[in-house]
């Protein structure tokens, strides 16, 4: 967001945290509302979703979180994005990889 307002920033990481605390929550909802239809397979089935539904909504919330660091103005004064790259524990980031072709894929001649 160039030259956009440390204030702005602020603005913009108060609301990602605000949708990351109401992603968590619906998380939890979701897991306390167990289906019990009286058909156990049916409920196994509500259940998962139910979990993976929840899952989805953690992770949700862990990605607004980041947004919301990556939005909050540095004590530097830096632009959020303009930070100095941080070391990844699993080792540098794969190079940027060249689009397939519709051919490659396996889709059309390649012209």
């Known amino acids: 967001m160039p030259g956009s307002s440390p204030s702005a920033h602020a603005a913009l990481a108060d ?7 109401e992603a968590f929550d619906a998380s939890t909802d979701l897991l306390d509302h167990y289906a019990d ?4 397979a049916t409920d ?11 899952d989805t909504c953690r992770a949700l919330a ?3 979180g980041e ?6 103005p540095t004590a530097t004064g830096r632009a ?5 790259p941080v070391a990844m524990p699993h080792g540098p980031a794969d190079p940027p990889r060249r689009p397939r072709s ?3 894929d396996g889709f059309g001649s390649a012209r």
């Open 44 to 54: 196994a089935a509500l259940n998962d979703v139910a979990e993976q539904a929840a």
């Open 37 to 40: 239809t009286g058909d156990r």
């Open 80 to 84: 959020p994005g303009h930070s100095p």
């Open 67 to 72: 947004a919301a660091s990556a939005a909050t």
């Open 15 to 21: 609301r990602l945290q605000l949708c990351g605390r």
């Open 62 to 64: 862990d990605l607004l």
């Open 102 to 104: 519709r051919a490659e």
